[in-house]
């Protein structure tokens, strides 16, 4: 991981801040074990008009992550910092085809956890039963696996499958997430992954499953809005970082 000791020195306040976050979400997804080694990827646009964005440098460990490890590229791909990493090829086309085309989503989340492939396998997809699931399913979309995502072809394809949603299942594949903050990606992302992990523990019972109302599942956006008292994933944002600091304070450096 070539870790530049001076990225602090050569950006902006508001940049170390993202970073800073940003590092602090791989901290947290490897934390709850939704990370896959290296395989996974988290991105923030960086603020300014310069359309970059940050990433992690590829062969690194989530619980690796700082904030000045991070890779800050453009959405040609062009790496706009010194440094001896690169980033997964597979990650830059998912998050630069993402961000050029959503000027309203500032972090996008991709992961493959467990359950998320098994319910991304899944003919349905994620089911309305359980409170869990109302959140994401009001935002949701799906896109066909079409093989690693290595080829720009499929950018259009992406996007216009994910359209103005928050929450997409990529079928066969795994789960993402967009929010206009870090901790938007991430509480949707903490509330999609806990949907498919109770449904696949509901599914195990063999049972018939109820499913909500549809009426029900229309309004959640409003009840959303009314549980984290307007304030969205910055709720609870503040506490998890509590947390990291107690336990390991380096996502910070």
Not at 15 to 22: F, G, I, S, T
Not at 123 to 142: D, E, K, N, R, V
Not at 184 to 202: I, P, R
């Amino acid at each position: 991981m070539g870790t530049n000791a001076d990225v602090r020195l050569e950006v902006s306040d508001a940049e170390w801040q993202v970073r800073v976050d940003l590092a602090a979400c791989y901290r947290i997804i490897a934390m709850y074990g939704w990370d896959d080694l290296v395989f996974t990827h988290i991105s923030a646009r960086v603020p300014g008009p310069e359309e970059h964005f940050l990433i992690n440098p590829y062969g690194c460990l989530f619980e690796e992550i700082t904030a000045s490890s991070l890779v800050k590229v453009n959405l040609a791909g062009d790496i706009m910092l010194p440094t001896s990493d690169v980033v997964n090829p597979a990650g830059f086309v998912i998050h630069s085809a993402i961000h050029a085309a959503r000027h309203d989503v500032m972090c996008v989340l991709h992961t493959h956890s467990k359950a998320g492939v098994a319910v991304s396998a899944q003919a349905h997809g994620l089911l309305p039963i359980s409170q869990a699931s109302l959140f994401p399913y009001a935002t949701l979309a799906y896109h066909d696996y079409e093989g690693v995502a290595l080829k720009d072809e499929e950018k259009p394809r992406l996007v216009a499958d994910l359209g103005n949603n928050n929450a997409l299942i990529l079928r066969n594949h795994g789960l993402l997430t967009t929010g206009a903050t870090i901790a938007d990606a991430f509480l949707m992302m903490y509330v999609l992954e806990t949907a498919c992990q109770t449904q696949l523990l509901a599914q195990s019972g063999g049972k018939e499953l109820i499913q909500v109302a549809p009426t029900i599942v229309a309004g959640i956006q409003a009840q959303a809005e009314q549980v984290t008292r307007g304030l969205g994933g910055s709720l609870v944002w503040p506490g998890l970082l509590r947390k990291l600091d107690r336990l390991d304070r380096t996502f910070r450096d």
